[in-house]
Nanobody, 130 residues
Framework: VVLVEESGGGLVQAGGSLTLSCTVSGLSYHGANLDDYAMGWFRQAPEKERGGVSC????????FNVDSVKGRFSISRDNAKNTVSLQMNSLKPEDTAMYYC??????????????????WGQGTQVTVSS
């Protein structure tokens, strides 16, 4: 079983920072390891659809952020530790959402938030107060 676990959510004031982490385990049972996978962060606010936030290619050489978080959020990964992180700075109340980590097998040079992602975590709540 592949397990994706997020952590690091919480309550923060507007303008503050949070770092979300995601750990993936169990890929070895499928004959794979994390550097076969692109990783991404998604979020869902109340009464809104889930949408992509950031993604990173298997190598870490390519990252993508949606316009609403560019210049504020930064994604990184450590394949040796099977983790991906999302550094969130200058947080705004509109960033309030459940944040999900996901992985998809991909050896491409880039990542694509709009493709089907295979394994998902249960989410971690981020609440930004005004």
């Amino acid at each position: 079983v592949v397990l994706v676990e997020e952590s690091g959510g919480g309550l923060v004031q507007a303008g503050g920072s949070l770092t979300l982490s995601c750990t993936v385990s169990g890929l070895s049972y499928h004959g794979a390891n994390l550097d076969d996978y692109a990783m991404g962060w998604f979020r869902q606010a109340p009464e809104k659809e889930r949408g992509g936030v950031s993604c990173i290619s298997w190598s870490g050489a390519y990252t993508f952020n949606v316009d609403s978080v560019k210049g504020r959020f930064s994604i990184s990964r450590d394949n040796a530790k099977n983790t991906v992180s999302l550094q969130m700075n200058s947080l705004k109340p509109e960033d309030t959402a459940m944040y999900y980590c996901a992985v998809v097998e991909s050896n491409g040079a880039e990542c694509d938030l709009w493709r089907d992602w295979t394994y998902w975590g249960q989410g971690t709540q981020v609440t930004v107060s005004s």
